[in-house]
C-alpha cells in the first residue's frame, strides 16, 4: 500500500526551524462496536471510496449473478453506509485451493492478493487447528463464500486505492452470549474468531450485544493492523460502516479516519518493543511507471521528466536503453504512491511520445525524514535530516540554497555546507 508525502509545520527553535515532515496516508479503525467485513467496506466507502468500485466489484472479481446495494442507513442517530450483497445458491464451502484460484485471478494488484491470501490461509489454518484437520482438508464455510471474498478482497484493494501505508486498530470488544454458524450454536466470540483475534487488544461484552466481531473482520484486523494508531496524525477524512444490528443505547458502526501522520510517528508506532531502532526504517508499497522513448530529442525527454516529477512523482530517474533494431533510447521511470499512479500514467501516456507504460508494484525501505531549516550569517538554508537504523542521525544541506549562500558571501560550498550542519549540533 502506498503512502502519500506532503508537509506539515511543526515546531519552533531560536537556531533550528523544522519546518516540514514527510508525511504518510494511514487509516485508524475505531471498533467500538465491533468490526466485519461489510462494515469495514462500508466505513471505506463513508470516508471517500468510490461506490463505483464496490457495485463493481463481483464483475471486477469474475464472480456471477451478484448484485450490490449500497445505502445510507441510521445507527444510534448516526448516518453511516451498509454493504449488502444479493449472492445465487453457492458450493457448500470451499478449500483454500479454490479461493486462491478466485483471487488470482483478479486484476487486483499483487500487494492486495498476498493480503488477502495471507488472511485466508490465516483463517483456514485456525480451521484447521480448532477441527484437528489438515489445511488441505478443511472446508471453509461463512468465510469462504462469495460475500467474504468480496469483503477481504474489496476492503484491502479499497485501502490501497486510498493511498493508505498503514492501518492502526484500536481495542475491540469481543460481544457475549452465542451465534449460529455451520458448526452448530457455539459461543461468542466463536473459536476461530478468538483465535485470530490472538496478539490483538479486546475487552469482553457489551453485555446483550451477541456477535460483534465475524471471522471475516478479525482476520482483515489481524492481517492490516500495525497496533495503536500513532502519537500524533492530523485527520482528513472519517466514515462510518454500519453492522447489521440496530442497538438501542448505542451505534452499531465501525469508524474509519483516514490521516496523515509524520513518518517517524509512523515509524515509532509499528516498532515492535525492543525493536524500535530497527523499525524506524519504514518499508512502502509504491508503483514503478516505466515507458521506452527513441522519438524525442534530448531536450523533450528533460521536459517530460520535469512536468512529471513537478506533478506528485516520488521520483523520476532517465536511463539509456536499447530499443528495436539497436535503436539508442531512453527509458524514463516514475516512482510514485499507489493513488497517484493512475494519474501519473495518464500524464506520462499525455505529454511524452511514448506509446505505452509498464507498470508494477515495489516496496521501498525509506529512512524517516525531516526538513529543517537554519540561519548561515542571516541567510536561510534548508537541511534533510534523516535517521539511521541505528538512531544516529544524518544531515544533508540542500545543495541550491548552500549555492546561493555561497555566491552571496563570497564563500566556499564546502564552508558554507559545513556551516550548516554545525547549527544543528550534528558533525
Given at each position: 500500500?502506498?503512502?502519500?508525502?506532503?508537509?506539515?509545520?511543526?515546531?519552533?527553535?531560536?537556531?533550528?526551524?523544522?519546518?516540514?515532515?514527510?508525511?504518510?496516508?494511514?487509516?485508524?479503525?475505531?471498533?467500538?462496536?465491533g468490526?466485519s467485513?461489510?462494515?469495514?467496506?462500508?466505513?471505506?466507502?463513508?470516508?471517500?471510496?468510490?461506490?463505483?468500485?464496490?457495485?463493481?466489484?463481483?464483475?471486477t472479481?469474475?464472480?456471477?449473478?451478484?448484485?450490490?446495494?449500497?445505502?445510507?442507513?441510521?445507527?444510534?442517530?448516526?448516518?453511516?453506509?451498509k454493504?449488502d450483497?444479493?449472492?445465487?445458491?453457492?458450493?457448500?464451502?470451499?478449500?483454500?485451493?479454490?479461493?486462491?484460484?478466485?483471487?488470482?485471478?483478479?486484476?487486483?494488484?499483487?500487494?492486495?492478493k498476498?493480503?488477502?491470501?495471507?488472511?485466508?490461509?490465516?483463517?483456514?489454518?485456525?480451521?484447521?487447528?480448532?477441527?484437528?484437520?489438515?489445511?488441505?482438508?478443511?472446508?471453509?464455510?461463512?468465510v469462504?463464500?462469495?460475500?467474504?471474498?468480496?469483503?477481504?478482497?474489496?476492503?484491502?484493494?479499497?485501502?490501497?486505492?486510498?493511498?493508505?501505508?498503514?492501518?492502526?486498530?484500536?481495542?475491540?470488544?469481543?460481544?457475549?452470549?452465542?451465534?449460529?454458524?455451520?458448526?452448530?450454536?457455539?459461543?461468542?466470540?466463536?473459536?476461530?474468531?478468538?483465535?485470530?483475534?490472538?496478539?490483538?487488544p479486546?475487552?469482553?461484552?457489551?453485555?446483550?450485544?451477541?456477535?460483534?466481531?465475524?471471522?471475516?473482520?478479525?482476520?482483515?484486523?489481524?492481517?492490516?493492523?500495525?497496533g495503536?494508531?500513532?502519537?500524533?496524525?492530523?485527520?482528513?477524512?472519517?466514515?462510518?460502516?454500519?453492522?447489521?444490528?440496530?442497538f438501542?443505547?448505542?451505534?452499531?458502526?465501525?469508524r474509519?479516519?483516514?490521516?496523515?501522520?509524520?513518518?517517524?510517528?509512523?515509524?515509532?508506532?509499528?516498532?515492535?518493543?525492543?525493536?524500535?531502532?530497527e523499525?524506524?526504517?519504514?518499508?512502502?508499497?509504491?508503483?514503478?511507471?516505466?515507458?521506452?522513448?527513441?522519438?524525442?530529442t534530448?531536450?523533450q525527454?528533460?521536459?517530460?521528466?520535469?512536468?512529471?516529477?513537478?506533478?506528485?512523482?516520488?521520483?523520476?530517474?532517465?536511463?539509456?536503453?536499447?530499443?528495436?533494431?539497436?535503436?539508442?533510447?531512453?527509458?524514463?521511470?516514475?516512482?510514485?504512491?499507489?493513488?497517484?499512479?493512475d494519474?501519473?500514467?495518464?500524464?506520462?501516456?499525455s505529454?511524452s511520445?511514448?506509446?505505452?507504460?509498464?507498470?508494477?508494484?515495489?516496496?521501498?525501505?525509506?529512512?524517516?525524514?525531516?526538513?529543517?531549516?537554519?540561519?548561515?550569517?542571516?541567510?536561510?538554508?534548508?537541511?534533510?535530516?534523516?535517521?539511521?537504523?541505528d538512531?544516529?542521525?544524518?544531515?544533508?544541506?540542500?545543495?541550491?540554497?548552500?549555492?546561493?549562500v555561497?555566491?552571496?558571501?563570497?564563500?566556499?560550498?564546502?564552508?558554507?555546507?559545513?556551516?550548516?550542519?554545525?547549527?544543528?549540533?550534528?558533525?
Amino acid at each position: 500500500m502506498g503512502g502519500q508525502q506532503s508537509s506539515i509545520a511543526v515546531s519552533h527553535h531560536p537556531l533550528s526551524t523544522i519546518h516540514y515532515l514527510p508525511i504518510m496516508r494511514i487509516a485508524i479503525l475505531d471498533p467500538f462496536s465491533g468490526v466485519s467485513g461489510d462494515m469495514f467496506l462500508g466505513a471505506l466507502l463513508d470516508a471517500g471510496l468510490d461506490e463505483a468500485f464496490i457495485t463493481s466489484l463481483p464483475t471486477t472479481l469474475g464472480i456471477d449473478g451478484v448484485t450490490v446495494e449500497v445505502k445510507t442507513v441510521s445507527r444510534g442517530m448516526i448516518a453511516c453506509k451498509k454493504v449488502d450483497f444479493t449472492i445465487p445458491p453457492q458450493p457448500h464451502g470451499r478449500h483454500l485451493k479454490h479461493i486462491k484460484a478466485i483471487v488470482d485471478a483478479t486484476p487486483a494488484p499483487d500487494s492486495v492478493k498476498e493480503k488477502a491470501m495471507r488472511a485466508f490461509t490465516l483463517i483456514t489454518e485456525c480451521e484447521a487447528a480448532i477441527h484437528g484437520t489438515t489445511v488441505e482438508r478443511v472446508h471453509l464455510h461463512e468465510v469462504g463464500s462469495v460475500d467474504a471474498i468480496l469483503d477481504i478482497v474489496g476492503s484491502i484493494w479499497g485501502l490501497e486505492k486510498l493511498g493508505v501505508s498503514h492501518v492502526f486498530c484500536g481495542t475491540i470488544p469481543l460481544g457475549d452470549g452465542f451465534v449460529d454458524t455451520a458448526h452448530g450454536r457455539m459461543a461468542v466470540p466463536t473459536a476461530a474468531t478468538l483465535r485470530l483475534l490472538e496478539g490483538l487488544p479486546v475487552r469482553p461484552g457489551p453485555e446483550g450485544s451477541g456477535e460483534l466481531v465475524t471471522p471475516t473482520g478479525a482476520a482483515l484486523v489481524r492481517v492490516l493492523s500495525a497496533g495503536a494508531a500513532p502519537s500524533e496524525y492530523i485527520p482528513r477524512a472519517s466514515g462510518f460502516g454500519a453492522g447489521t444490528k440496530e442497538f438501542k443505547d448505542r451505534a452499531n458502526a465501525l469508524r474509519l479516519v483516514l490521516a496523515d501522520a509524520p513518518d517517524a510517528a509512523v515509524a515509532r508506532a509499528v516498532a515492535a518493543p525492543g525493536e524500535s531502532d530497527e523499525a524506524l526504517a519504514i518499508t512502502e508499497t509504491l508503483v514503478m511507471l516505466a515507458a521506452d522513448i527513441d522519438d524525442a530529442t534530448g531536450e523533450q525527454i528533460a521536459s517530460f521528466a520535469e512536468t512529471i516529477r513537478t506533478s506528485g512523482a516520488l521520483d523520476v530517474t532517465l536511463l539509456s536503453t536499447m530499443m528495436k533494431k539497436g535503436r539508442p533510447g531512453t527509458r524514463i521511470e516514475v516512482l510514485c504512491a499507489v493513488s497517484e499512479s493512475d494519474r501519473l500514467e495518464r500524464l506520462l501516456l499525455s505529454e511524452s511520445t511514448t506509446i505505452g507504460v509498464r507498470r508494477s508494484v515495489v516496496t521501498r525501505r525509506a529512512l524517516p525524514r525531516e526538513q529543517h531549516e537554519v540561519h548561515v550569517r542571516g541567510e536561510t538554508v534548508r537541511l534533510k535530516v534523516v535517521t539511521l537504523p541505528d538512531g544516529r542521525r544524518r544531515a544533508k544541506p540542500e545543495f541550491e540554497d548552500v549555492q546561493r549562500v555561497a555566491k552571496t558571501q563570497d564563500r566556499s560550498l564546502a564552508e558554507v555546507a559545513a556551516e550548516a550542519v554545525s547549527l544543528l549540533g550534528m558533525n
